[in-house]
């Protein structure tokens, strides 16, 4: 059984910094691009970041670039987040992409077929 798990969420003061992290485990990790979005309260689930199934190619949304990171060691996916703002607040969801090698990652949740449970992430202003 494929399963994502994240953990990591929580509670921060604006400035603050705060790691996700998303094991996959059932699914040969490395040949797929992993991401992270995130759901705001009435918004559309939205694009962060992804990282291309080789590791060696990141991308991200212009609303957190220089500010979070993307990683991954193995089976883990890492997000890490850096000067969090209020606006940050969502529930933040990894992915796997449901193509093999691909060149570059998807930016849409369509283009991805295995998602975690979630972790709610909020910050405080």
């Known amino acids: 059984q494929v399963q994502l798990v994240e953990s990591g969420g929580g509670l921060v003061q604006a400035g603050g910094s705060l790691r996700l992290s998303c094991v996959v485990s059932?699914?040969?990790?490395?040949?797929?691009?992993m991401a992270w979005f995130r759901q705001a309260p009435g918004a559309e689930r939205e694009f962060v970041a992804a990282?291309?199934?080789?590791?060696?190619s990141e991308y991200y949304a212009d609303y957190v670039k220089g500010r979070f990171t993307i990683s991954r060691v193995g089976p883990t996916t890492y997000l890490q987040m850096n000067s969090l703002k209020p606006e940050d607040t969502a529930i933040y969801y990894c992915?796997?992409?449901?193509?093999?090698?691909?060149?570059?990652?998807?930016?849409?949740?369509?283009?991805?077929?295995?998602w975690g449970q979630g972790t709610q992430v909020t910050v405080s202003s």
């Open positions: 992915a796997s992409e449901s193509g093999r090698y691909r060149n570059k990652p998807g930016q849409a949740p369509k283009d991805y077929d295995l």
């Open positions: 059932g699914r040969t990790f490395s040949s797929y691009a």
């Open positions: 990282i291309k199934w080789s590791g060696n």
